[in-house]
């Protein structure tokens, strides 16, 4: 007798959701970004419903796409939409041509998006489909072609780096802690490559559609226009994901700071609980390389706030002026 005995370990493990849509003027994407905010979120409301029988026809999805000559059936599955996402439904924005819908937390997404996208006259960019690593933005930020004033644009480009890196900024306000972001941009003596937008700009955001449309502000407050690209972050949690376009040009004259852990001190249990929140990986073991840095490019404000805590613990901790932007 042969007996083989098998133990295995599953789980949901769900990832975030974002799909990428281009069309032919800003026009139509705005008009298509509110058609489908609407439909998600009647969608959302059909899929999510509790304590009342679910209508028994088709979901707004369904009738939506059926009326653009995209097939959907509802199915039984509930995979097809957000689980365990604490955003409630799905983000849809437009920025210039583009249109977004994104989701943080869920197993797939109906494929009837990108049909509606070729069905209303554009076509997709980008599908991230189930994706476990941080997404990656990186804005392509341009002043319109013809322009009559491109001695000015190297000023320009600073007055966005410097909105950016303000302490409600997208590069503050927004970001993931654990991951500083990066820009590349025109300057005095230095003319943008041709092909090339006058500023470039990477960062992983914690709140996709608020970071989005902090940089879309910023970038339209002096005339520019924003294509975005997304991608997912492959490589060791915590690692520089942006790393190759550093350093960062112009400098921006906003005061972005370090946050240094020097000396643990006893409470390491404390102290590590402060570290996890802050993004730090590993944290028990990192513990044992002092000094450590904390927090990269961040406000004055959020490194007082950090510091504070951490030495509420009985640590050590400095602040310094950040290496990671110039």
């Known amino acids: 007798m042969r007996i083989r005995v098998w133990t295995a ?14 069309f032919p003027s800003a026009e139509l994407a705005a008009e298509v970004a ?31 796409a059926t009326a653009l000559g995209v097939t959907h059936t509802d199915e039984a599955d509930s995979d097809d939409w957000l689980q365990y996402s604490q955003q409630g439904a799905p983000g849809v924005w437009a920025i210039g041509h583009q249109v977004f819908v994104y989701c943080d937390y869920t197993v797939t997404m109906p494929r009837a998006f990108g049909h509606v996208f070729y069905a209303r006259g554009g076509r997709v960019d980008t599908e991230l489909d189930h994706a476990h690593h ?15 004033e491109v001695e000015a644009i190297p000023g320009d480009v600073q007055r966005i780096v410097d ?7 997208a590069l503050v306000a927004h970001r993931v802690p654990w991951q500083a ?13 041709f092909g090339e937008g006058d500023l470039l700009v990477a960062a992983v955001f914690d709140d996709l559609a608020a970071g989005f449309a902090g940089v879309q502000a910023a970038a339209a407050a002096v005339g520019a226009l924003v ?6 972050a ?12 550093r ?29 996890t929140a802050v993004g730090v990986v590993d944290e028990q073991a990192r513990m044992q390389t002092v000094p450590l840095v904390v927090l990269e490019a961040v406000s004055v404000a959020q490194a007082e706030a950090a510091a504070t805590a951490l030495r509420a613990e009985g640590a050590t901790v400095r602040i310094r002026a950040s290496r990671v932007t110039v």
């Open 9 to 22: 370990f599953a789980s949901n493990n769900s990832g975030s959701y974002v799909i990428v849509g281009s």
């Open 34 to 64: 509110g058609e489908l905010r609407d439909v998600v979120g009647a969608h959302h409301a059909w899929k999510t419903a509790e304590g009342q029988p679910r209508d028994p026809g088709p979901s707004p999805l369904a009738v939506y």
């Open 134 to 148: 941080p997404i990656v933005a990186t804005f392509e930020i341009y002043f319109p072609w013809p322009t009559p």
């Open 163 to 169: 909105a950016l890196c303000a302490d409600d900024g």
């Open 181 to 193: 972001p990066v820009w590349r941009g025109t300057t005095a003596d230095k003319p943008a490559a």
């Open 227 to 232: 294509r975005v690209r997304v991608a997912e």
């Open 234 to 245: 492959h490589g060791e949690h915590g690692a520089d994901a942006l790393a190759h376009l």
């Open 247 to 275: 350093p960062c040009v112009p400098p921006t004259t906003r005061p972005l700071v370090d946050v240094v852990l020097d000396a643990v001190g006893p409470a390491r249990t404390g102290l590590a609980k402060h570290l």
